[in-house]
């Protein structure tokens, strides 16, 4: 399975120590420089940055061959995820942001952000769920009450 991720669900991941419930979930996860420079920016999270000085194997840094002029209106990581996601032909994104998910989705790939992949983490019973995303709440994360509930109540018992 090809799955390529943008710096969002990365970030987040890292900032609740469960970056390794990507290996767990998918062996190996590809970025694009573009988000590699993202989550290495003096502005990025200090955990993130370190994080990154010690970064794993199963995370595989590659470049773009060509720029997809048509995704200018995206950022550049979600840019280079999109266009890499092409090159490579992955099964795969992981993208938050509404905008390049629906670019995404239009290019008829399989899309899931932060919370579909502690859903998924959830379900193979590699994580806690609901401790998960307590740990997510005390990030800048947003997500309705509506719809977490709804994702909580697949838990209960």
Sequence with gaps: MIV???TSPLNYLI?????????EL???VIVPRAVLTEMESP????????????RPEWMIVNDIRQEDSTLVHLDAGEREVITLAQELQANLILLDERLGRQEAVQ????VTGTLGILDRAGVNGLIDFAAAVAQLSLTNFRISPRFFNILLDRYKS
């Design 15 to 23: 900032l609740i120590d469960l970056p390794h419930i990507l290996h």
């Design 43 to 54: 502005l990025a999270p200090d955990k993130v940055r370190q994080w990154l000085a010690r």
């Design 4 to 6: 390529i991720a943008d």
């Design 107 to 110: 290019r008829k790939f399989g």
């Design 26 to 28: 998918f062996r190996e």
